[in-house]
Protein backbone atom coordinates (compact mmCIF):
# COMPACT_ATOMS: atom_id res chain seq x y z
CA UNK A 1 0.00 0.00 0.00
CA UNK A 2 1.66 3.26 -0.95
CA UNK A 3 0.83 6.23 1.47
CA UNK A 4 1.16 9.61 0.07
CA UNK A 5 4.04 12.00 1.50
CA UNK A 6 2.15 14.17 3.43
CA UNK A 7 -0.32 11.22 5.14
CA UNK A 8 2.88 9.22 6.03
CA UNK A 9 4.40 12.53 7.58
CA UNK A 10 1.54 12.99 9.76
CA UNK A 11 0.80 9.60 10.52
CA UNK A 12 4.97 9.86 11.92
CA UNK A 13 3.98 13.03 13.65
CA UNK A 14 0.25 12.37 14.92
CA UNK A 15 0.39 8.59 15.55
CA UNK A 16 4.18 9.01 17.13
CA UNK A 17 2.94 11.47 19.57
CA UNK A 18 -0.35 10.03 20.69
CA UNK A 19 1.45 6.63 20.79
CA UNK A 20 4.38 7.83 23.17
CA UNK A 21 1.91 9.27 25.17
CA UNK A 22 -0.53 6.59 25.55
CA UNK A 23 2.71 4.66 26.60
CA UNK A 24 3.38 6.59 29.55
CA UNK A 25 0.40 5.95 30.73
CA UNK A 26 0.71 2.54 30.90
CA UNK A 27 4.23 2.62 32.03
CA UNK A 28 5.73 1.48 28.85
CA UNK A 29 9.18 3.30 27.53
CA UNK A 30 7.84 5.99 24.65
CA UNK A 31 11.17 5.27 22.97
CA UNK A 32 9.85 1.84 22.01
CA UNK A 33 6.43 2.19 20.42
CA UNK A 34 8.45 4.96 18.38
CA UNK A 35 10.55 2.00 17.37
CA UNK A 36 7.87 0.16 16.39
CA UNK A 37 6.04 2.81 14.61
CA UNK A 38 9.08 3.36 12.19
CA UNK A 39 9.20 -0.21 12.15
CA UNK A 40 5.31 -0.64 10.86
CA UNK A 41 5.89 2.31 8.98
CA UNK A 42 8.58 0.35 6.16
CA UNK A 43 5.74 -2.14 5.68
CA UNK A 44 3.92 0.96 3.49
CA UNK A 45 5.04 2.24 0.39
CA UNK A 46 6.99 5.92 1.73
CA UNK A 47 10.03 6.03 0.08
CA UNK A 48 9.23 9.75 0.16
CA UNK A 49 8.31 9.88 3.31
CA UNK A 50 11.10 7.77 4.31
CA UNK A 51 13.84 10.34 2.97
CA UNK A 52 12.10 13.22 4.43
CA UNK A 53 12.12 11.50 8.07
CA UNK A 54 15.65 10.37 7.77
CA UNK A 55 16.57 13.88 7.48
CA UNK A 56 14.63 14.98 9.92
CA UNK A 57 15.95 12.34 12.28
CA UNK A 58 19.61 13.55 11.20
CA UNK A 59 18.88 17.41 11.99
CA UNK A 60 17.23 15.65 15.56
CA UNK A 61 20.49 14.22 16.28
CA UNK A 62 22.32 17.54 15.50
CA UNK A 63 20.02 19.33 17.70
CA UNK A 64 20.47 16.96 20.45
CA UNK A 65 24.21 17.86 19.92
CA UNK A 66 23.78 20.97 20.76
CA UNK A 67 21.05 20.63 23.39
CA UNK A 68 24.18 18.61 25.35
CA UNK A 69 26.89 21.65 24.52
CA UNK A 70 24.49 24.36 26.31
CA UNK A 71 23.30 21.68 29.30
CA UNK A 72 27.46 21.02 30.03
CA UNK A 73 28.46 23.63 32.84
CA UNK A 74 32.28 24.49 32.95
CA UNK A 75 31.30 24.37 36.57
CA UNK A 76 30.74 20.87 36.34
CA UNK A 77 33.51 19.52 34.47
CA UNK A 78 35.27 17.70 37.83
CA UNK A 79 37.98 15.42 37.51
CA UNK A 80 34.86 12.63 38.10
CA UNK A 81 33.00 13.53 34.87
CA UNK A 82 35.85 13.66 32.99
CA UNK A 83 36.95 9.91 34.00
CA UNK A 84 33.53 8.58 33.84
CA UNK A 85 33.15 9.95 30.06
CA UNK A 86 36.09 7.91 28.52
CA UNK A 87 37.39 5.13 30.77
CA UNK A 88 34.54 3.00 31.40
CA UNK A 89 33.50 3.52 27.42
CA UNK A 90 36.87 2.64 26.54
CA UNK A 91 36.81 -0.68 28.82
CA UNK A 92 33.81 -1.93 27.32
CA UNK A 93 35.19 -1.02 24.11
CA UNK A 94 38.22 -2.98 24.34
CA UNK A 95 36.42 -5.60 26.36
CA UNK A 96 33.97 -6.35 23.65
CA UNK A 97 36.70 -6.21 21.05
CA UNK A 98 38.84 -9.28 23.31
CA UNK A 99 35.91 -11.05 23.24
CA UNK A 100 34.75 -11.33 19.33
CA UNK A 101 38.28 -11.74 18.83
CA UNK A 102 38.54 -15.01 20.92
CA UNK A 103 34.51 -16.02 20.33
CA UNK A 104 33.85 -15.38 16.39
CA UNK A 105 36.23 -15.25 13.49
CA UNK A 106 36.55 -11.18 13.46
CA UNK A 107 39.31 -9.09 13.82
CA UNK A 108 40.29 -7.21 16.91
CA UNK A 109 40.31 -4.02 14.53
CA UNK A 110 36.62 -5.02 13.46
CA UNK A 111 35.72 -5.65 17.53
CA UNK A 112 37.06 -2.39 18.13
CA UNK A 113 34.83 -0.60 15.09
CA UNK A 114 31.48 -3.27 16.54
CA UNK A 115 32.40 -2.04 20.08
CA UNK A 116 32.42 1.75 19.40
CA UNK A 117 28.97 1.02 17.53
CA UNK A 118 27.15 -0.71 20.74
CA UNK A 119 29.32 0.39 23.98
CA UNK A 120 28.13 4.66 24.11
CA UNK A 121 25.04 5.26 26.23
CA UNK A 122 22.00 6.85 24.57
CA UNK A 123 22.50 10.46 25.64
CA UNK A 124 18.77 11.41 23.92
CA UNK A 125 17.31 8.27 26.71
CA UNK A 126 19.33 9.59 29.64
CA UNK A 127 19.40 13.24 29.52
CA UNK A 128 15.92 13.48 30.07
CA UNK A 129 16.00 10.97 33.16
CA UNK A 130 18.48 12.75 34.65
CA UNK A 131 17.28 15.96 34.30
CA UNK A 132 13.70 14.85 36.10
CA UNK A 133 15.92 13.64 38.62
CA UNK A 134 17.67 16.36 38.80
CA UNK A 135 14.31 18.76 39.37
CA UNK A 136 12.74 16.15 42.02
CA UNK A 137 15.66 17.18 44.33
CA UNK A 138 17.25 15.56 47.53
CA UNK A 139 18.52 12.28 45.34
CA UNK A 140 22.12 13.27 45.64
CA UNK A 141 25.02 14.27 43.26
CA UNK A 142 24.66 11.48 40.67
CA UNK A 143 21.75 12.85 38.65
CA UNK A 144 24.35 16.05 38.14
CA UNK A 145 26.94 13.98 37.70
CA UNK A 146 25.80 11.65 35.11
CA UNK A 147 23.56 14.98 33.21
CA UNK A 148 26.84 16.10 32.39
CA UNK A 149 28.37 12.65 31.58
CA UNK A 150 25.42 11.59 28.93
CA UNK A 151 26.60 14.30 25.99
CA UNK A 152 30.18 13.87 26.22
CA UNK A 153 30.26 10.08 26.23
CA UNK A 154 28.37 9.36 22.44
CA UNK A 155 30.67 12.15 21.19
CA UNK A 156 33.74 10.54 22.65
CA UNK A 157 32.06 7.58 21.20
CA UNK A 158 31.74 9.18 17.67
CA UNK A 159 35.66 10.16 18.02
CA UNK A 160 36.57 6.89 18.23
CA UNK A 161 34.92 5.28 15.65
CA UNK A 162 36.34 7.98 13.37
CA UNK A 163 39.75 6.64 14.37
CA UNK A 164 38.95 2.83 13.91
CA UNK A 165 36.92 2.56 11.07
CA UNK A 166 40.34 4.04 9.62
CA UNK A 167 41.71 0.55 9.55
CA UNK A 168 38.39 -0.98 7.27
CA UNK A 169 40.17 1.08 4.54
CA UNK A 170 41.51 -0.77 1.15
CA UNK A 171 44.67 0.59 1.55
CA UNK A 172 45.45 1.42 5.21
CA UNK A 173 47.89 4.38 6.18
CA UNK A 174 50.58 3.95 8.64
CA UNK A 175 49.45 3.22 12.20
CA UNK A 176 51.47 6.56 13.68
CA UNK A 177 50.03 8.29 10.77
CA UNK A 178 46.37 7.15 11.86
CA UNK A 179 46.89 8.09 15.67
CA UNK A 180 48.98 11.57 14.79
CA UNK A 181 45.79 12.75 12.77
CA UNK A 182 43.15 11.23 14.22
CA UNK A 183 44.05 11.49 17.68
CA UNK A 184 46.22 14.77 17.82
CA UNK A 185 45.27 16.89 15.32
CA UNK A 186 41.48 15.89 14.45
CA UNK A 187 40.50 16.42 18.02
CA UNK A 188 42.30 19.47 18.48
CA UNK A 189 40.70 21.15 15.41
CA UNK A 190 37.34 20.23 16.39
CA UNK A 191 37.43 21.64 19.44
CA UNK A 192 39.25 24.69 18.17
CA UNK A 193 36.75 25.49 15.45
CA UNK A 194 33.32 25.09 17.55
CA UNK A 195 35.16 27.22 20.17
CA UNK A 196 35.98 30.14 17.56
CA UNK A 197 32.55 29.96 16.10
CA UNK A 198 30.28 29.62 19.39
CA UNK A 199 32.96 32.73 21.02
CA UNK A 200 32.58 34.72 17.56
CA UNK A 201 28.65 33.88 17.79
CA UNK A 202 28.75 34.75 21.38
CA UNK A 203 29.63 38.79 20.79
CA UNK A 204 28.21 39.05 17.96
CA UNK A 205 25.03 38.48 18.85
CA UNK A 206 24.51 41.06 21.40
CA UNK A 207 24.97 43.83 18.73
CA UNK A 208 22.25 42.58 16.48
CA UNK A 209 19.90 44.85 18.05
CA UNK A 210 22.12 47.95 16.92
CA UNK A 211 21.11 46.92 13.31
CA UNK A 212 19.29 49.28 11.30
CA UNK A 213 18.13 49.82 7.85
CA UNK A 214 16.48 53.36 7.15
CA UNK A 215 15.60 54.04 11.16
CA UNK A 216 14.35 50.38 11.65
CA UNK A 217 15.77 47.36 13.51
CA UNK A 218 16.70 44.32 11.26
CA UNK A 219 16.48 42.50 14.06
CA UNK A 220 14.09 42.24 16.89
CA UNK A 221 16.27 41.29 20.06
CA UNK A 222 13.81 38.02 21.01
CA UNK A 223 15.52 35.48 22.28
CA UNK A 224 13.28 33.12 20.11
CA UNK A 225 15.44 34.85 16.92
CA UNK A 226 18.64 34.25 18.69
CA UNK A 227 18.12 30.09 19.45
CA UNK A 228 17.32 29.96 15.77
CA UNK A 229 20.23 31.13 14.30
CA UNK A 230 22.03 28.79 16.73
CA UNK A 231 20.09 26.39 15.29
CA UNK A 232 21.38 27.16 11.85
CA UNK A 233 24.82 27.65 13.23
CA UNK A 234 25.34 24.52 14.72
CA UNK A 235 23.51 22.81 11.57
CA UNK A 236 26.50 24.42 9.50
CA UNK A 237 29.14 23.65 11.80
CA UNK A 238 27.54 20.02 11.69
CA UNK A 239 27.93 20.21 7.79
CA UNK A 240 30.95 21.28 7.03
CA UNK A 241 32.77 18.52 9.58
CA UNK A 242 30.78 15.99 8.02
CA UNK A 243 32.31 13.05 7.54
CA UNK A 244 29.78 11.55 4.70
CA UNK A 245 31.79 10.37 1.52
CA UNK A 246 31.10 12.81 -1.43
CA UNK A 247 30.11 15.60 1.24
CA UNK A 248 33.70 16.39 3.40
CA UNK A 249 34.70 19.86 2.75
CA UNK A 250 37.75 19.17 4.67
CA UNK A 251 39.57 15.85 3.73
CA UNK A 252 42.12 14.27 5.89
CA UNK A 253 45.06 13.86 3.87
CA UNK A 254 46.32 10.62 3.07
CA UNK A 255 42.90 8.81 4.95
CA UNK A 256 40.24 7.87 2.63
CA UNK A 257 36.44 9.06 2.90
CA UNK A 258 37.67 11.36 6.35
CA UNK A 259 36.93 14.31 7.14
CA UNK A 260 39.68 17.04 9.08
CA UNK A 261 36.62 17.69 11.67
CA UNK A 262 35.05 15.60 14.40
CA UNK A 263 31.11 16.53 13.61
CA UNK A 264 29.82 15.95 17.38
CA UNK A 265 33.54 17.29 19.19
CA UNK A 266 32.68 20.62 16.73
CA UNK A 267 28.77 20.62 17.37
CA UNK A 268 29.27 20.52 21.19
CA UNK A 269 32.17 22.82 21.53
CA UNK A 270 30.32 25.51 19.82
CA UNK A 271 27.42 25.60 21.99
CA UNK A 272 29.49 24.86 25.25
CA UNK A 273 31.61 28.09 24.54
CA UNK A 274 28.59 30.16 23.36
CA UNK A 275 26.91 29.73 26.63
CA UNK A 276 29.78 30.31 28.56
CA UNK A 277 30.09 33.91 27.19
CA UNK A 278 26.07 33.82 27.00
CA UNK A 279 24.92 32.83 30.42
CA UNK A 280 22.80 35.83 29.92
CA UNK A 281 20.31 33.58 27.92
CA UNK A 282 21.97 30.10 27.97
CA UNK A 283 19.13 29.11 30.41
CA UNK A 284 16.57 30.19 28.21
CA UNK A 285 18.21 28.27 24.94
CA UNK A 286 17.96 25.42 26.92
CA UNK A 287 13.86 25.59 27.25
CA UNK A 288 13.86 25.94 23.37
CA UNK A 289 16.00 22.98 22.95
CA UNK A 290 13.91 21.14 25.33
CA UNK A 291 10.77 22.15 24.09
CA UNK A 292 11.77 21.47 20.30
CA UNK A 293 13.24 17.79 21.17
CA UNK A 294 9.83 16.59 22.25
CA UNK A 295 8.98 16.77 18.22
CA UNK A 296 12.40 16.20 17.00
CA UNK A 297 12.38 12.92 19.16
CA UNK A 298 9.76 11.74 17.07
CA UNK A 299 11.39 11.70 13.82
CA UNK A 300 14.77 10.14 15.85
CA UNK A 301 13.06 7.01 17.06
CA UNK A 302 10.95 6.57 14.28
CA UNK A 303 13.83 6.75 11.80
CA UNK A 304 15.76 4.28 13.78
CA UNK A 305 12.83 1.99 13.70
CA UNK A 306 12.28 2.52 9.58
CA UNK A 307 15.96 1.27 9.25
CA UNK A 308 15.77 -1.48 11.10
CA UNK A 309 15.11 -4.32 8.25
CA UNK A 310 14.60 -8.19 8.23
CA UNK A 311 14.00 -8.08 12.19
CA UNK A 312 13.77 -11.64 12.53
CA UNK A 313 17.20 -12.41 10.44
CA UNK A 314 18.78 -9.73 13.32
CA UNK A 315 18.36 -11.78 16.22
CA UNK A 316 20.81 -14.78 14.38
CA UNK A 317 23.46 -12.81 15.60
CA UNK A 318 22.52 -12.68 18.92
CA UNK A 319 25.16 -14.99 19.73
CA UNK A 320 27.99 -13.08 19.47
CA UNK A 321 26.28 -9.65 20.59
CA UNK A 322 24.27 -10.75 24.02
CA UNK A 323 28.19 -12.34 25.77
CA UNK A 324 29.68 -9.50 24.15
CA UNK A 325 27.63 -6.93 26.03
CA UNK A 326 27.92 -8.88 29.11
CA UNK A 327 31.54 -9.02 29.26
CA UNK A 328 31.45 -4.98 28.09
CA UNK A 329 29.80 -4.06 30.66
CA UNK A 330 31.03 -6.16 33.02
CA UNK A 331 34.31 -3.99 32.69
CA UNK A 332 32.67 -0.79 32.56
CA UNK A 333 31.10 -1.73 36.12
CA UNK A 334 34.55 -2.27 37.22
CA UNK A 335 35.87 1.19 36.10
CA UNK A 336 33.13 2.79 36.96
CA UNK A 337 33.68 1.00 40.52
CA UNK A 338 37.19 2.01 40.44
CA UNK A 339 36.89 5.86 39.69
CA UNK A 340 33.80 6.60 42.50
CA UNK A 341 36.38 4.81 44.63
CA UNK A 342 39.31 6.65 43.60
CA UNK A 343 37.04 10.50 44.20
CA UNK A 344 35.57 9.33 47.07
CA UNK A 345 37.12 11.80 49.37
CA UNK A 346 36.97 14.32 46.70
CA UNK A 347 33.25 14.19 46.13
CA UNK A 348 31.66 13.78 50.23
CA UNK A 349 31.58 16.45 52.76
CA UNK A 350 34.07 16.69 55.49
CA UNK A 351 31.32 17.41 58.26
CA UNK A 352 31.52 15.52 61.84
CA UNK A 353 28.96 12.95 60.81
CA UNK A 354 30.52 11.79 57.98
CA UNK A 355 33.77 11.28 59.43
CA UNK A 356 32.59 9.11 62.39
CA UNK A 357 30.19 7.08 60.14
CA UNK A 358 31.51 3.12 59.94
CA UNK A 359 33.67 2.64 56.92
CA UNK A 360 30.60 -0.27 55.80
CA UNK A 361 28.46 2.89 55.09
CA UNK A 362 30.79 4.44 52.70
CA UNK A 363 31.15 1.07 51.11
CA UNK A 364 27.13 0.92 50.65
CA UNK A 365 26.88 4.61 49.05
CA UNK A 366 30.33 3.41 46.57
CA UNK A 367 28.12 0.17 45.32
CA UNK A 368 25.13 2.06 45.00
CA UNK A 369 26.59 5.26 43.17
CA UNK A 370 28.72 2.95 40.59
CA UNK A 371 25.43 0.88 40.68
CA UNK A 372 23.15 3.95 39.49
CA UNK A 373 26.08 5.03 36.70
CA UNK A 374 25.64 1.84 35.20
CA UNK A 375 22.07 1.49 34.95
CA UNK A 376 22.05 5.08 33.67
CA UNK A 377 24.67 3.65 30.95
CA UNK A 378 22.58 0.84 29.41
CA UNK A 379 19.96 2.58 27.39
CA UNK A 380 21.40 2.69 24.02
CA UNK A 381 19.91 3.95 20.84
CA UNK A 382 21.23 7.50 19.44
CA UNK A 383 24.44 6.99 18.19
CA UNK A 384 24.24 3.16 17.34
CA UNK A 385 20.85 4.24 15.27
CA UNK A 386 23.09 6.84 13.73
CA UNK A 387 26.12 4.59 12.53
CA UNK A 388 23.70 1.50 11.62
CA UNK A 389 22.44 3.65 8.94
CA UNK A 390 25.43 5.39 7.99
CA UNK A 391 28.77 2.87 8.24
CA UNK A 392 27.09 1.08 4.45
CA UNK A 393 27.80 5.14 3.09
CA UNK A 394 30.96 5.24 4.63
CA UNK A 395 32.11 2.45 3.02
CA UNK A 396 34.02 0.66 6.08
CA UNK A 397 34.92 -2.72 4.47
CA UNK A 398 33.58 -2.58 1.78
CA UNK A 399 32.59 -5.81 -0.49
CA UNK A 400 33.37 -9.13 0.47
CA UNK A 401 36.52 -8.16 2.54
CA UNK A 402 34.94 -8.60 6.10
CA UNK A 403 34.16 -11.74 7.69
CA UNK A 404 32.83 -14.08 4.78
CA UNK A 405 33.01 -17.62 6.73
CA UNK A 406 29.97 -19.94 6.89
CA UNK A 407 29.38 -18.59 10.56
CA UNK A 408 27.56 -15.37 9.04
CA UNK A 409 26.43 -16.84 6.06
CA UNK A 410 28.59 -15.12 4.00
CA UNK A 411 27.52 -11.99 4.06
CA UNK A 412 29.66 -8.76 4.25
CA UNK A 413 30.48 -6.94 7.36
CA UNK A 414 29.11 -3.84 6.40
CA UNK A 415 26.09 -4.54 4.16
CA UNK A 416 22.68 -3.74 4.80
CA UNK A 417 22.12 -7.02 7.10
CA UNK A 418 25.66 -7.04 7.55
CA UNK A 419 27.24 -8.22 10.94
CA UNK A 420 28.12 -4.31 12.46
CA UNK A 421 24.49 -2.95 11.21
CA UNK A 422 22.50 -6.31 12.67
CA UNK A 423 24.40 -5.84 16.08
CA UNK A 424 23.90 -2.11 16.53
CA UNK A 425 20.04 -2.74 15.42
CA UNK A 426 19.95 -5.16 17.74
CA UNK A 427 21.24 -3.55 20.51
CA UNK A 428 18.44 -0.83 19.79
CA UNK A 429 16.01 -3.69 19.89
CA UNK A 430 16.88 -5.15 23.11
CA UNK A 431 18.21 -2.30 25.33
CA UNK A 432 16.13 0.38 24.56
CA UNK A 433 13.14 -1.44 26.26
CA UNK A 434 15.29 -3.33 28.95
CA UNK A 435 17.69 0.10 30.26
CA UNK A 436 14.38 2.20 30.06
CA UNK A 437 12.29 0.07 32.10
CA UNK A 438 15.43 -0.39 34.42
CA UNK A 439 16.30 2.94 35.39
CA UNK A 440 12.23 3.94 35.39
CA UNK A 441 11.70 1.34 38.04
CA UNK A 442 14.95 1.27 40.16
CA UNK A 443 16.79 4.64 39.65
CA UNK A 444 15.26 6.79 41.84
CA UNK A 445 14.40 4.49 44.41
CA UNK A 446 18.41 3.38 44.44
CA UNK A 447 18.83 7.58 44.15
CA UNK A 448 17.00 7.66 48.07
CA UNK A 449 18.80 4.45 49.36
CA UNK A 450 22.22 5.81 49.13
CA UNK A 451 23.06 7.21 53.06
CA UNK A 452 23.80 11.13 52.28
CA UNK A 453 23.90 13.13 54.60
CA UNK A 454 21.79 16.15 54.98
CA UNK A 455 24.99 18.88 54.98
CA UNK A 456 25.84 16.84 50.98
CA UNK A 457 22.35 17.31 50.30
CA UNK A 458 22.03 21.09 50.68
CA UNK A 459 25.33 21.10 49.25
CA UNK A 460 24.00 19.90 46.18
CA UNK A 461 20.84 21.42 45.99
CA UNK A 462 23.22 24.82 46.71
CA UNK A 463 25.33 23.89 43.17
CA UNK A 464 22.12 22.89 41.03
CA UNK A 465 20.50 26.54 42.24
CA UNK A 466 23.56 28.64 40.86
CA UNK A 467 23.65 27.30 37.85
CA UNK A 468 20.39 29.14 37.24
CA UNK A 469 21.87 32.26 34.96
CA UNK A 470 21.71 35.62 36.91
CA UNK A 471 20.38 37.10 33.22
CA UNK A 472 17.73 34.54 33.18
CA UNK A 473 16.17 35.48 36.10
CA UNK A 474 15.93 38.77 34.92
CA UNK A 475 14.53 37.69 31.50
CA UNK A 476 11.72 35.66 33.72
CA UNK A 477 11.08 39.09 35.62
CA UNK A 478 10.98 41.64 32.93
CA UNK A 479 10.20 39.54 29.40
CA UNK A 480 7.59 40.87 27.26
CA UNK A 481 7.27 41.08 23.59
CA UNK A 482 4.49 43.37 22.84
CA UNK A 483 7.04 46.31 22.78
CA UNK A 484 8.87 44.29 19.70
CA UNK A 485 7.23 46.62 17.29
CA UNK A 486 8.50 50.31 19.01
CA UNK A 487 10.98 51.99 16.53
CA UNK A 488 13.46 51.96 19.25
CA UNK A 489 13.13 49.47 21.90
CA UNK A 490 16.22 50.48 23.82
CA UNK A 491 15.30 53.82 24.04
CA UNK A 492 11.83 52.91 25.91
CA UNK A 493 14.12 50.95 28.13
CA UNK A 494 15.55 53.76 29.53
CA UNK A 495 12.40 55.51 29.96
CA UNK A 496 11.78 53.31 32.82
CA UNK A 497 12.55 54.75 36.18
CA UNK A 498 14.45 53.02 39.10
CA UNK A 499 11.86 52.90 41.59
CA UNK A 500 9.57 50.59 39.58
CA UNK A 501 13.06 47.95 39.26
CA UNK A 502 13.61 48.91 43.01
CA UNK A 503 10.07 47.60 43.19
CA UNK A 504 10.22 44.57 41.24
CA UNK A 505 13.37 43.72 42.83
CA UNK A 506 11.78 43.74 46.29
CA UNK A 507 9.29 41.01 44.19
CA UNK A 508 11.53 38.90 43.48
CA UNK A 509 13.34 39.12 46.97
CA UNK A 510 10.47 37.49 48.32
CA UNK A 511 10.46 34.86 45.35
CA UNK A 512 13.88 34.18 46.34
CA UNK A 513 13.58 33.21 49.74
CA UNK A 514 13.47 29.51 48.80
CA UNK A 515 17.14 29.46 47.88
CA UNK A 516 18.69 31.75 50.32
CA UNK A 517 22.12 31.10 48.76
CA UNK A 518 21.25 33.28 45.66
CA UNK A 519 19.56 36.15 47.26
CA UNK A 520 22.69 37.98 48.71
CA UNK A 521 24.65 37.76 45.03
CA UNK A 522 21.05 37.74 42.84
CA UNK A 523 20.56 41.21 44.35
CA UNK A 524 24.27 42.85 44.13
CA UNK A 525 24.47 41.61 40.57
CA UNK A 526 20.62 43.12 39.72
CA UNK A 527 21.64 46.28 40.77
CA UNK A 528 25.02 46.51 39.06
CA UNK A 529 23.13 45.41 35.68
CA UNK A 530 20.14 47.57 35.85
CA UNK A 531 21.12 50.65 37.50
CA UNK A 532 23.77 53.20 36.15
CA UNK A 533 25.46 56.06 37.75
CA UNK A 534 22.30 58.17 36.81
CA UNK A 535 19.95 55.58 37.93
CA UNK A 536 18.98 54.65 34.80
CA UNK A 537 18.46 51.23 33.06
CA UNK A 538 21.57 49.45 31.25
CA UNK A 539 20.71 47.26 28.41
CA UNK A 540 23.81 46.05 27.34
CA UNK A 541 23.37 42.53 28.94
CA UNK A 542 19.85 42.02 28.82
CA UNK A 543 19.11 43.53 25.10
CA UNK A 544 17.66 40.54 24.57
CA UNK A 545 14.70 40.78 26.45
CA UNK A 546 11.40 42.89 26.53
CA UNK A 547 10.63 44.69 29.95
CA UNK A 548 6.93 45.26 30.58
CA UNK A 549 5.40 48.80 31.14
CA UNK A 550 5.83 50.40 34.32
Same mark, same amino acid.
Given at each position: ?????F????? #????G?L??????I????P? $???LF?G???Q?F?V????????Q?G?I????LLSR??????????????A????????A???? +????V??????T?T?????G?MVAP????L???????Y !?????L???? @?????V???E????LF???I?Q?????VL????E??LL?I??K???S?? #??CS $?G????K?A??RT?IR??? #?H?????L??E?I =???G???CV????S?????I??? =????????F???????????F???????Q???G???L??GT?V?????????I??NI?????????A????P??A #???????I?ILI??????K *? @??C?C?TC? +?S??S?S????CK??L???M???P???????L???I? $????W??????T???????????DD?V???CAQLT?I?????G?T????F????? *??I??????LQL +??? !?Q??QQ?????V?E?? $???K??GA??P???H??Q??????? @? @? !?????K????PS????F??????TL???N???????I????????
Amino acid at each position: MRLPLFLGFGY #VILIGYLSSRLAGIIRIPPQ $VVLLFNGYALQHFDVAATSSLVSQLGLIAFILLLSRAGTEIKAADLEPTVAMLAILPLLAEIFG +EAMFVTLATPMTFTQGLVLGTMVAPLGDGLVIPKMQEY !KDIGGLGPMP @RIMYTVAPIEPAMGLFLFGIFQCFGQDVLPPIYEILLLQIGVKAVASVI #VGCS $VGYVYAKLAPLRTQIRFRG #VHAFTGTLLEEWI =MLVGLTICVYAISSGVPGSIVFP =MPNLKNQSFLEPALSVISTTFTFGYFRPQTIHGHEELFAGTWVMFAIFLFTNIGLNIKNLPQKFGYAFPLYPMLA #VGISLRFIAILIILLSTFK *R @RTCSCATCA +ESPSSLSVVTLCKESLFCLMASIPRATIQGLLAHQIA $VMQVWPGFHGVTCATYKNECLSADDGVLISCAQLTIITLVPFGVTLLNTFGQPLL *RSIPYCLQQLQL +EQT !KQAQQQPLAMAVHEMF $VDDKHAGAEDPTEHHRAQNAEWYTA @R @R !KTWSMKLQTKPSMTGQFHADLTDTLLTDNQQVSCSDIEASRFDNA
